[in-house]
């Protein structure tokens, strides 16, 4: 290269410290040890094998719409992943494109049979889904394929429930209701039954007229699960609503700062926010036949759980 | 002899060869994408075929547009320009000609073996470990083809040109070996790490570099007017040499990745926009009072659409790779509408440039059909405007639903007429291609017949 030895040489510096920089220095500085939180690929089942079913999970090209990782501002994607938890990933299945759910907690979500069922007609499980259907797996390629999904994101334990935004820990700060108190949950009741029952149901299970006409069934708050939920959060989700679903927004022409403000007022929410708190129950209730199900409620009002003293009027078997 | 129609060392050969094989290759590559397109649309499309299932489609669509068609199309291109910037053959026409046949073996291989989901699993990296032996040796002997042409040259100074295609034959064969790990296992984040260092520099040290050597070689040819600064344009050069190669990691900033390898590729990614806008003033400005040309000159237009795709596709590049706006366009369509815009409506369009350019100098025919050239062009412009527009809407509803914590079925329903409008510009998009490969073999392989005149009756029939 006659006169172009400095161009030559500029070049070939410039390319190597460039690959030293972002190439070689992450290899040797960035070394995660295993968190214990990922999956490791032991086989401890003999009849499936999770290992081959993330082999299947990479030829049938799944990474091109589903991620493998849940970024601190995804919501309802269970818990964050950290570096440890993906030393065993070889090749990577971090994904670039979300066309479709995140998988990074996906073990354990659905039962084997709806994924299996899922795979082979996405539509009948999921109505407007466009995943391609993957009929033509044999059913080893399945079997492995699910195992490998129930083991997505199993060793990773639940820390931290979702939580309200930092705004509403202030709006629990302006409260002016106790919400353990019976009396703002009797409060409360009245304004679930003229304003929720249609959608949650009169005793909460979710189960009112409309939920009939609801794609997105509306919440049953008998279920233990709502247990965890604390008073900023219910404040939060009657104020907000809930996305991607017909809950409307309470708090709606409000805002946080005026308590008198909104579809309903401040107060009033908190009044609702005490009644839901007593609907819980440690058990799912089920029933063993169809004709035990309520099927058309029968108007009365509910019992409350920490009732002492019979309220005059309303209430009760 | 068969080895000299095999292993032609006729003038031209090679490059007409590569430039050929593009075309075939960006055929079927573009279909196969169209085909995904579809079966967004219709998801039941195709039913227990395998090999036409969604993902496998996509595979072959990226390799195939990448390996076969760019590529290729670039390696034919550089075979006539170095020669004609050097004032000397191509060092090697049989060397060349076999790098053509193994290239193309290597697209036989990875139509065979990518929609049957052997891959490794490695997005843009999903050849399988012969293929990619195959395709490093392939660049191996096509870079010593160019530097051999270069040191025989007859024109002492080099051309800015020469410049992109040396450095880009230089380090795209290494960033090729590093970014395929095919014979290394690396922990997970790691793999990620150098996979996205190859998945941008693949872009960013080859389809670039090149891409926009071609430009500098085609808009002072094609506009008969010389090049605006000869300064500006080895700024771009150091500029694009510096910047564009630590970039990769942008593509995970969300991920448990180390933070400084993020702060690099940030910070890379908006220093970017030194070399684009030093390249794009060279070249609006080398096109300064002939943009009246664009209407006749069809190479021309070709070029200069690509170079305003350049500038918008770059100044979107270095925002989307700043936190704040990743945070919310990460991980949707939009990101897909940005990659076509450099694939296919920059380097697309200045490779078609250079073949409608190249093919009649190296064999002597003319373009069969002015005509179908102009609508090459029009349905390659609106169908691309179409998708850009299509993906870029759907990304934007898919980037609410994901800051809003809506589930996936719900958004999921509000893009569907952005898939449809997608297929739309899909088949647009595959109708100008196939176009382009029809004029190309009319004006090769159909001898040029006296002009009759059909009897009105004829026409009707």
Known sequence: ?317 | MLIDSILSDKEGSASRNFLVSALFWSVLGMGAGLGGALEFSIPDLVHNVPQLSMPHLRMFHVNAVTIGWLSMGYVGSMFYMVPALTKTKLWSERLGNLVMWAWNLVMVGAFCTLLNGNTEGREYAELGAVLDVMVMFALIAVSLNIYMTVVNRKVKKLYVSLWYFLGSLFWFPLVYIIGQRTFVQLPGLNDAIIGWFYGHNILGMWFTTIGVGMMYYLLPRLTNAPLYSHGLSMLGFWGIALFYAPTGTHHILQSPVPEWLKAIAVISSIFLLVPVLTVLTNFFMTMKGKWGMVVTDLPLRFAVTSSVFYLITCTQGPFQATRWINWYLHFTQWVVGHAHLALLGTFSFILSSAVYYGLPRLTGRQWYSQGLIRAHWWLKFLGFTLMMVSLTIAGLIQAAGWAFGIPVDQWGLQIRPYWALRSISGVMIVLGQLIFAYNAFKSLYVPAKVEVKAKPAEVKA
């Open chain 1, 1 to 317: 290269m006659n006169g172009y030895r400095l161009g030559a040489i500029g070049i070939v510096i410039t390319f190597f410290t460039i690959v030293t920089a972002t190439v070689l220095l992450p290899m040797v500085l960035f070394n995660p040890k295993p968190s214990g939180h990922g999956n490791n690929y032991v086989v401890a089942n003999i009849e499936v094998d999770p290992a081959r079913g993330r082999r299947i999970y990479i030829r049938e090209g799944c990474f091109y719409c589903h991620t493998q990782f849940t970024r601190p501002q995804d919501r309802g994607y269970g818990p964050l992943v950290k570096a440890g938890d993906y030393v065993f990933e070889t090749p990577h299945q971090l994904g670039t494109a979300r066309t479709a759910p995140d998988l990074t907690n996906e073990g354990g979500k659905y039962p084997s049979e709806w994924q299996k069922a899922h795979l082979v007609n996405p539509r009948a499980m999921k109505p407007g889904s466009i995943m391609p259907s993957f009929s033509f797996l044999s059913n080893r390629d399945m079997n492995d394929l699910v195992s490998y999904i129930q083991t997505l994101g199993n060793e990773r334990p639940v820390q931290a429930y979702v939580q309200a935004p930092d705004e509403y820990k202030i709006a629990l700060s302006m409260k002016t209701v106790d919400t353990n108190s019976d009396a703002a949950a009797n409060a409360g009741r009245g304004i679930y039954t003229q304003n929720c029952s249609g959608c949650h149901g009169l005793q909460g299970t979710g189960n009112g007229p409309n939920s009939i006409s609801i794609e997105k069934k509306p919440a049953n708050f008998t279920r233990p699960f709502y247990k965890q939920y604390d008073d900023a959060f219910w404040f939060y989700r009657i104020t907000e609503g809930v996305p991607g679903t017909r809950m409307p927004r309470w708090g709606d022409g409000g805002s946080l700062w005026d308590p008198r403000s909104g579809l309903l007022t401040h107060e009033q929410r908190w009044y609702l926010v005490a009644y839901l708190k007593t609907l819980q129950k440690d058990a799912e209730v089920t029933v063993n036949k169809l004709d035990q199900l309520d099927k058309v409620q029968q108007t009365k009002l509910p019992v409350l759980t920490r009732q002492r003293f019979e309220p005059a009027t309303g209430g009760g078997d």
